[in-house]
């Protein structure tokens, strides 16, 4: 579908209005597409699905994927969360999974944002220089 320039606009100006010190405020996203839809203005359609696009990225944005080949300790996972909070401000969602692939080390993701210090990414790089 495409989305006219409008729709954009309106979608990013209701995302906007959704936020709360930076953060998306969940009831308020959910009184926001309420009140669209009951309203139902021209193009309404095309403003949640540019809205829910929007929030699709912010969510994103928030959430730290940490994978390891093994369970880490505790204290390591905190020590983890507290670099990443001081880089990346409070609010993120913290996500902690099991790679056996990576053989050792870890890879974290913050949105578009990858750290990789597995074992596996620095095999990969020693096979690329030769």
Known sequence: MKISKQARRDGRQLFRACLSDGRLDDQRALQAVRAVTQRKPRGYVAILSHFQRLVRLEIARRTA???S?????????????????RRYGDGLNFIFTQNPALLGGIRAQVGGDVFDGSVSSRLRALQESF
């Open 69 to 85: 080949a093994t369970p880490l300790a505790p204290e390591f996972q905190a020590q983890v969360r507290a670099e990443l909070v």
């Open 65 to 67: 994927t940490i994978e």
